[in-house]
């Protein structure tokens, strides 16, 4: 999917725009701007997962519906993250993205298959 540029605005650039396009707003705009773009990441990380094989997006897509379900339960205020808790969640999903990208594919290279991409 990283091979058309506009799925690439769509599925992933558009999202994380709108993650932080949302952070400093009312908080029902904040929850759903964040459960949107996290469940619009996830899923097209898991389909680009099963797609292609690339390595990171095994791992991105689900830290990414989690991140969509954190959000909302912390924007319903039942998941106690405390005051700092929308940082919590981008830190996480930024800082477990970078892992996965940078890290895992360094170590075990960029596909889980010996298939090449299509693009």
Do not use: D
Request: a positive charge.
């Amino acid at each position: 999917m990283l091979g058309s540029r506009w799925a690439f605005l769509l599925l992933w650039a558009g999202p994380w725009v709108l993650i932080f396009a949302s952070s400093n707003t009312g908080n029902l705009i904040h929850t759903v701007g964040w459960i949107f773009s996290f469940t619009v990441m996830g899923g097209a990380c898991l389909g680009n997962a099963r797609r292609c094989g690339r390595r990171h997006c095994f791992y991105t897509g689900p830290l990414y519906l989690l991140a969509a379900l954190a959000s909302l339960l912390y924007g319903l205020h039942i998941l106690p993250l405390g005051r700092n808790g929308w940082n919590w969640i981008l830190g996480v999903a930024v800082v477990g993205s970078l892992l996965a990208c940078c890290g895992l594919e360094k170590l075990f290279g960029k596909y889980t298959t010996s298939r090449s991409p299509t693009t």
